[in-house]
């Protein structure tokens, strides 16, 4: 099991709005920041969203990123096929003395 | 611009040896943490360590201490993953993976990948 907690997968039409939730602890979320990693089919992963919700260069403003006590959310809008992908949360465990990730979520546009 | 390189995929037999590398360029290779992260088929990601090349400080995440080494040469700007003994469940994708300001800090650059599979 991952340390931080996703659903397995989210469904939404194109030019819908959909959330990506990430659980986790105290040691993790929160007391240090979240960020958001993409994965399209067959290549490497690409920041999208760190310090909780700022976006990187480049990241259009469909995607945002929040977060409350232990959970932070992923939210794009305007669903685009193009954003088929895993979606993945990670964050500093000060506990563990190291990097964790959640278990990813994979997203289709219907 | 940043670019971190990977080697070439590998096949390799159970209790060989290996040594993959990420080629770090467009910045200052020795003051930005560096680590890898494995991807098991079909799996999601899982952080093993980070390197600071300027003083080869290592971190290692407790499930791959002791599994794996990470090292650096900063002369020629290159991280490096390296196992003594590989097993079959060795086998997955590994990416390079560059922190953006400390160790705790978020991953901004990652390498193109390195499938390293391990089999009989």
């Known amino acids: 099991q991952s340390v931080l907690t996703q659903p397995p997968s989210v469904s939404a039409a194109p030019g819908q709005k959909v959330t990506i939730s990430c659980s986790g602890s105290?040691?993790?979320?929160?007391?240090?920041?979240v960020s958001w990693y993409q994965q399209l089919p067959g290549t490497a992963p690409k920041l999208l969203m760190y310090e909780n919700n700022k976006r990187p260069s480049g990241i259009p403003d469909r995607f945002s990123g929040s977060k409350s006590g232990t959970s932070a959310t992923l939210g794009i809008t305007g669903l685009q096929t193009g954003d088929e992908a895993g979606y993945y949360c990670g964050a500093w465990d000060s506990s563990l003395s190291a990097w964790v990730f959640g278990g990813g979520t994979k997203l289709t546009v219907l | 611009e940043v670019q971190l390189v990977q080697s070439g995929a590998e096949v390799k037999k159970p209790g060989e040896s290996l040594k993959i590398s990420c080629k770090g360029s467009?910045?200052?290779?020795?003051?930005?943490?560096i680590g890898w992260v494995r991807q098991m088929p079909g799996k999601g990601l899982e952080w093993m360590g980070i390197i600071y090349p300027r003083d080869s400080d290592t971190r290692y995440s407790p499930s791959f201490q002791g599994q794996v080494t990470i090292s650096a040469d900063k002369s020629i700007s290159t991280a490096y993953l390296q196992w003594s003994s590989l097993k079959a469940s060795d086998t997955a994708m590994y990416y390079c993976a560059r922190h953006s300001y400390g160790g705790n800090s978020e991953v901004d650059y990652w390498g193109q990948g390195t499938l390293v599979t391990v089999s009989s």
């Open positions: 467009g910045y200052s290779f020795t003051t930005y943490w």
């Open positions: 105290s040691s993790n979320i929160g007391n240090n920041y």
